[in-house]
């Protein structure tokens, strides 16, 4: 017998759970794309989004996932020989690093590890041996998905100013965006690259690329950019086309619409309250597990996690053994260990992630930290008690 039919719960991060009303906005017919109610809509979507990014510069929409936009930030910036300093925190940071490498930028890699945040004291270093200034860009993310560690941008900020360093500062918020505190003009960000599916609650295929004009300086002899990922006339169109460098991508216009309402309804610091909330009803859980068993939180200092994924450590073959059960038995699908692969678990078994972003409620993350007790106890793998009394405990007084 299987307990898993029934509404089935998608918990990883990203894509995350969609709302119904997301849903039904996007389930109608394709709208005129010449004149009408789409050129207001996006017209509308664009200053709406510079609203969740806390920016009054300009805001660029791609027809992409996160890689596509991740591409359009290097491709507006650099020129092929231009150096980055990339600050890795896990899986993310690294790709993002990657991807400029491979489009012919010298990428200079410092790298916290896979359960820590950056350094600051590290990137104090780096730009002071940087003496002529060769290094045009220094890269992070936000939130590392795969480490599920949260860096403090600000503090990173500081020490760019600090140092005197003309460095764009560019921020990965892919994980973040609508989920933990960001205010991209405040903190001194001059790009900053989300995506639709995961804090804004729409499905996967739109990417955004925010920037501002000392950002835009270097577009003037960036020579990456290419006719599609210029990124001036998607945020400065003289027409509509323009917008998408062809056809709009109507249907996701329309569900991010009502993604950007919601938002608006909710407001934002509520937003980052209730997710702050619901992460810290999971760490409460997971700590309670842990204190008897081989549970343990990949980021140990509460103040350092993302407040919208939670990565774990429990032993290979206890994470892949567990999500499985899940699947099968609770209709609950978690995260898989993301680039936490060792030579003894080569295929990072031993991982797991909880994905609690955008349309996530008390009950929803109650279900999965049940579920995941369930299956603890199924699977025989030893865990301490009272882990969904310390998280009913949270929820009662966030
Ligand atoms: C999900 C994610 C990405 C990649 O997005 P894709 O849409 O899978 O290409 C990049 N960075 C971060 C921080 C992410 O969470």
């Known amino acids: 017998m299987t307990l898993a039919n029934g509404r089935t719960y998608l918990a990883i991060p990203g894509p995350s759970v969609m709302p119904d009303r997301v849903l039904q906005a996007m389930h109608r017919a394709a709208p005129n794309i010449y004149e009408g109610e789409l050129h207001d809509l996006t017209r509308a979507v664009v200053e709406d989004l510079k609203k969740v990014a806390d920016t009054r510069h300009q805001a660029a929409i791609y027809i992409a996932n996160g890689h596509g936009v991740w591409e359009a930030a290097v491709a507006n910036v650099f020129s092929r020989g231009d150096k980055a300093l990339v600050l890795g925190t896990g899986r993310f940071a690294q790709g993002w690093g990657e991807v400029a490498r491979r489009m012919g930028v010298e990428v200079e890699l410092i790298d916290f590890g896979r359960r820590a945040p950056i350094d600051p004291t590290k990137l104090t270093e780096a730009l002071a041996a940087d003496r002529d200034h060769r290094i045009k860009a220094v890269m992070c993310v936000q939130v590392d998905t795969a480490s599920s560690v949260r860096n403090d941008i600000p503090v990173l ?182 680039g936490m692969e060792t030579e003894e678990d080569p295929r990072g078994d031993g991982f797991f992630r909880i994905g609690h972003m955008g349309h996530v409620n008390a009950h929803m993350v109650m279900g999965v930290l049940g579920a995941i007790q369930s299956g603890l106890t199924a699977l025989n793998i030893p865990h301490g008690r009272g882990a969904l009394d310390a998280a009913a405990e949270v929820l009662a007084r966030p």
Request: hydrophobic share 45%; aromatic share 10%; charged share 20%.
């Open 157 to 338: 900020r500081r020490v760019l100013d600090e140092a005197g360093h003309p460095a764009l500062f560019m921020v990965d918020c892919i994980a973040s965006l609508a989920c933990d505190e960001f205010h991209m003009d405040d903190w001194g960000v001059d790009v900053m690259v989300s995506a639709s599916q995961k804090g804004l609650m729409t499905p996967p295929g739109l990417g955004f690329v925010f920037y501002n004009d000392k950002a835009d300086k270097a577009r003037d002899t960036a020579d990456l950019a290419s006719f599609y990922w210029d990124w001036r006339p998607r945020a400065e169109p003289q027409v509509y086309y323009q917008y998408f460098a062809g056809t709009a991508p109507t249907h996701h216009l329309f569900g991010l619409r009502e993604a950007l309402d919601m938002i608006a309804e909710e407001t934002l610091p509520t937003i980052w309250a209730r997710h702050s909330a619901l992460a810290r009803a999971i760490w409460a859980a997971c700590e309670a597990w842990g204190a008897e068993g081989p549970l343990e939180l990949n980021i140990s200092d509460p103040a350092l996690r993302s407040h919208a994924v939670t990565a774990l450590r429990i032993g290979a073959p206890h994470g892949t053994a567990l999500r499985h059960w899940l699947i099968e038995n609770a209709g609950v699908t978690l995260g898989i260990g993301l």
